[in-house]
């Protein structure tokens, strides 16, 4: 594998990102992997070097480059816990047009990059980034065919580029892999997902994983679970492997 960390240029300035491909093969279709609330960390970047063992070029950005954060470190449980606001803090300080403005400079700097194919797109977002990953695939449908939400949050809200309405201008296959116990993603939320999707005819999957809670894929985290880890690697391989090759 080759993998390296470099700053790519966005319309706001540039965000650090961690790149990971094959060394043979190439070129190979593109990942955008979009980070959690938490930021990003040796957790993620292993989740990224597993993506790319698939055959892709993964892309995970820092998001957080505007406010000059890289790194958060843990984030103690404790609601009033400055860390904890501070994140918080960060994930509000973003938004669907942010980020895709983002992606724009992302999709550009693999575009020159003779290891990538910015021709067959796909991407994922967890947590914060859930709606991030289904909006790049209703902004450029051209070429993102597959997007994946893991216990995304915002996904149903009041605003036009809502995930849930944005979704039918995706011609990609998009999946929603959903916990059973979510304060950000409750039932009720679920089901409106589900129901838009279903009325606007989207190739979709809304999946809810029984008995995990939000953040149930991240190895370090407590709410980890092994069974429904490898499940959500399961789809997530079918999935860019069915659409990118």
């Not at 895709?100 to 910015?118: H, I, R, T």
């Not at 909006?135 to 216990?151: K, M, N, T, W």
């Not at 999957?205 to 499940?231: I, L, S």
Request: net charge negative; glycine share 6%.
């Amino acid at each position: 594998m080759i993998e390296r960390q470099i700053d790519i240029a966005t319309r706001d300035g540039a965000t650090t990102t961690f790149v990971v491909h094959p060394e043979r093969g190439g070129p190979h279709p593109v990942i955008l992997f979009f980070m959690d609330a938490p930021a990003i960390r040796e957790e993620l970047r292993d989740m990224a070097r597993r993506l790319a063992s698939g055959g892709y070029y993964v892309l995970l950005p820092n998001l957080y480059y505007r406010a000059g954060v890289m790194e958060l470190g843990p984030i103690p449980p404790e609601p009033d816990h400055p860390a904890r606001k501070k994140m918080f803090e960060l994930m509000d300080s973003l938004n669907i047009d942010l980020v895709m403005s983002d992606a724009e400079g992302l999709l550009a700097f693999a575009g020159v990059d003779p290891a990538a194919d910015v021709s067959r797109v796909g991407s994922v977002g967890y947590c914060m980034s859930g709606r991030y990953a289904i909006s790049l695939a209703a902004r450029h449908p051209e070429r993102v065919f597959a997007a994946a939400s893991v216990y995304g949050t915002h996904l149903v809200t009041e605003a036009e580029d809502s995930p849930h309405r944005t979704s039918r201008l995706a011609r990609a296959e998009v999946y929603f892999a959903c916990a059973e116990e979510d304060v950000w993603a409750p039932p009720e939320t679920i089901a409106a997902l589900s129901e838009a999707l279903k009325t606007d005819r989207v190739d979709a999957e809304v999946e809810v994983y029984p008995g995990t809670k939000h953040g149930f894929a991240f190895p370090q985290r407590p709410v980890y679970d092994k069974t429904a880890a490898e499940r959500h690697w399961e789809r997530l391989n079918s999935l860019f492997r069915r659409k990118l090759g």
